[in-house]
Nanobody, 126 residues
Framework: VQLQASGGGLVQAGGSLRLSCAASGRTSSSAVVGWFRQVPGKERELVAAITSSGVRKSYADSVKGRFSISRDNAKNTVYLHMNTLKPEDTAVYSC????????????????????WGQGTQVTVSS
């Protein structure tokens, strides 16, 4: 599976962005996908994850109510909708995938994932 993340940019606090993670590969629709973010000097953290079926979603406490994750398996794309952005959301955001057999499997740790895309920078100005 190959992943391509896009959609980052510079936005003012309170604004919105939508990140996209486009996947290629025949089994990409059978993958749980997660969005992670990292800032220099800090560990990479899970922002949101979605099961292969889309029925289950997980969010970091810091983004609950502001971010939402969705997927369009027909387009092999997972989206991260980010609203009410804060300066502390500034980070490099990366998507990751793990091929699974269960439509309910959720992966919340970076080590759980097998495939990673390149990061996209999100900068939120105050």
């Amino acid at each position: 599976v190959q992943l391509q993340a896009s959609g980052g940019g510079l936005v003012q606090a309170g604004g919105s962005l939508r990140l996209s993670c486009a996947a290629s590969g025949r089994t990409s629709s059978s993958a749980v996908v997660g969005w992670f973010r990292q800032v220099p000097g800090k560990e990479r953290e899970l922002v949101a994850a979605i099961t292969s079926s889309g029925v289950r979603k997980s969010y970091a406490d810091s983004v609950k109510g502001r971010f939402s994750i969705s997927r369009d398996n027909a387009k092999n794309t997972v989206y991260l909708h980010m609203n009410t952005l804060k300066p502390e959301d500034t980070a490099v955001y990366s998507c990751a995938a793990k091929i699974v057999t269960s439509v309910y499997y959720t992966a919340t740790k970076a080590d759980d994932y097998d495939y990673w895309g390149q990061g996209t920078q999100v900068t939120v100005s105050s």
